[in-house]
């Protein structure tokens, strides 16, 4: 049995046009991989599909040798996956901690949630200052911290993370990354998903590219830095 996350010759329209023509790609336990491409290559999509919120009609995704492709969305959570979306959506009328809740409903006990919170405050002091304050009254910044935060509380064995640094400032995107190599460290995979290609190789371990709806490079991140196919991916 293989293990990560396997997507192989994976196929997913909206409606009839297929956004993402044959993907293939891994992302291997206890590494950063990355997904490079510029805005509508499918980057989302491809997430989506990985989810089971817009299924491949054709094509197969596998982690940790359990079957995906035909599972519906919980099931995928349930086999240790967890996703911090595009836009960090947060939940702006309930609180740090509420938030953070919301992350481990599937936990059924206290203690375990407990602590869960320890870890998350751990990574984040700033949610344990801001733990009892409305999530939608908090700096971008800061509700970015709490969308991973959320995430995290599931305990997942791969966190899938959707462009986290679109729309925060230098500073915080620099912040962000830091988590997520934090992240890594833990010991929880991670598939980032991102445009910001000189931070994201920094941190990465292999990275793919993607260019309308197809893997047109990939290699380590040392091999992708000065690659033609990523620069033609982006401005070609
Ligand atoms: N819900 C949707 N319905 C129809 N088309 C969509 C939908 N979401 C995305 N698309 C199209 O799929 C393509 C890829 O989009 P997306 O996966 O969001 O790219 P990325 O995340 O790389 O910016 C784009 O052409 C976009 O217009
Ligand atoms: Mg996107």
Partial sequence: MQSGLIVEEVYTAYDKADVLEGVSLTAKPGQITCLLGSNGSGKSTLIRSI????????????????????????????????????GRKVFPKLTVEENLRVGAYQEPSDQVVLERFEEVYEIFPRLRERRTQLAGTMSG??????????????HPDILLIDEPSLGLSPLLVQE???????IYERGITVFLVEQNVHQTLAIAHYGYVLSKGRVVAEGTAEQLQGNEEVSQAYFG
């Fill in 51 to 86: 989810l089971g919120l817009t299924p491949p009609h054709s094509g197969r995704i596998t982690f940790d040798g359990v079957d995906l492709t035909r599972l519906p969305t919980h099931k995928v959570v349930a086999a240790g996956i967890a996703c911090i979306p595009e």
């Fill in 141 to 154: 910044g800061e509700q970015a911290m709490l969308s991973i935060g959320r995430g995290l509380m599931r």
């Fill in 176 to 182: 962000n990354f830091k988590v997520i190599r934090n």
